[in-house]
């Protein structure tokens, strides 16, 4: 039987599509985000915390807030590594200031850095840049990761753009801030479901960013649901978002919103099976064509499946003890 694992026989020459948690949940305080890391130790690494400067800030408190942040990322609260921290946006004269302090402080241990109401490529480009001179001159021995948030016009024209640039590894669909910046043309209705998924000015927003994610290799990443307490209102947001639109990850905003944001958008325990299966199979005839089930699978599929046993193991679903020690350890 072949050892060569499926990173060796399947991404050569390719950009590995980022495996991450399929739920990022927001928290804007001290007490919030403490809440978070306790909660993320009780289900497991199943979510990332957005720690946020943009609107946890209290005004004129700007540089304690992104100092109290550094001080939970480097904190034994933080046990799976798993905190990033939205900054405050381009037009705001703190963006800067939140990146000196959050990456000069907190560098090596910061999960990504997420940009929000950006207008235009040349924002976007400028504030990356940023991030990673203030990374090399911290010595952080590493790129960080970055979010950028699209809910202006100006984005959204460049968004395919936009996603050529360096070190992104999440786009986000921003809902609220979208609708509010059609000057009405939209209604508030379509802040909520089901507006939010068919009103054609945003579902055409939807489409053409997880269009310019994919074709990127970047995680596309679905608003938040404004329902915070009925979990079957969340997750029919998550599965519509996952299934008609093709978007990977979405955000909570309420500790109740996590496990069915998980749940809607990990994959099937039966297709995880067959993923296995079919995995262990190609690598015993060193990812050569086989069969299976009476189907006819080869690279290109061996690549789905692997991305999908990868995608289970972030979101907690069992996988077969035997792929896990042929894959995993």
């Known amino acids: 039987m072949s ?36 909660l993320q130790d009780t289900l497991g690494p199943i979510f990332d915390i957005t720690c946020d400067c943009e609107d946890g800030a209290p005004a004129g408190q700007e540089k304690t807030h992104a100092e109290m942040i550094v001080r939970m990322v480097n904190s034994a609260e933080n046990k799976h590594k798993m905190a990033g921290a939205r900054i405050h946006d381009y037009s705001n004269p703190f963006w800067r200031q939140d990146v000196d302090i959050l990456v000069g402080g ?19 480009k400028e504030m990356i840049e940023y991030v990673r001179a203030v990374s090399a001159t911290a010595n952080t021995g590493r790129e960080i990761a970055i979010h950028v948030l699209i809910e202006t016009h100006g984005a ?38 089901p507006g939010q998924f068919e009103h054609r000015l945003i579902a055409r927003g939807k489409a053409e960013l997880v269009a310019a994610a994919l074709a990127n290799g970047i995680v596309p990443a679905h608003n938040v649901c404004l329902d915070l307490k009925n979990p079957e209102v969340v997750s029919g947001d998550a599965r519509r978002a996952r299934n008609e639109f093709g978007f990977l990850r979405m955000w909570s905003i309420y500790p109740a919103q996590i496990q069915p944001i998980v749940d809607a958008m990990k994959p099937d325990h039966s297709e995880v099976e067959d993923a296995a299966n079919i995995l262990l199979a190609a690598q015993a ?10 189907e006819l699978h080869d690279r290109a599929t061996y690549r789905y499946f692997w991305e999908l046993l990868q995608k289970a193991r972030v979101t907690g679903v069992k996988i077969p003890d035997v792929a896990t020690q042929a894959f995993f350890n």
């Open 106 to 124: 907190a560098g090596k241990l910061l999960r990504y850095i997420t940009i929000p109401k950006s207008t235009s490529y040349a924002e976007v």
């Open 156 to 193: 959204l024209r460049d968004i395919h753009q936009i996603a050529t640039l360096p070190n992104i590894e999440v786009l986000d669909f921003g809902l609220m801030d979208f609708v509010s910046a059609h000057h009405g043309a939209i209604p508030a209705s379509a802040m909520r479901s």
């Open 3 to 38: 050892n060569v694992h499926p990173t060796q026989a399947l991404f050569a020459g390719e950009k590995p599509f980022p495996v991450i948690p399929s739920c990022e949940h927001f928290a804007g305080s001290e007490k919030l985000i403490g809440k978070a890391l306790a």
């Open 285 to 294: 005839v060193d990812w050569g064509p086989i069969q299976y089930k009476g």
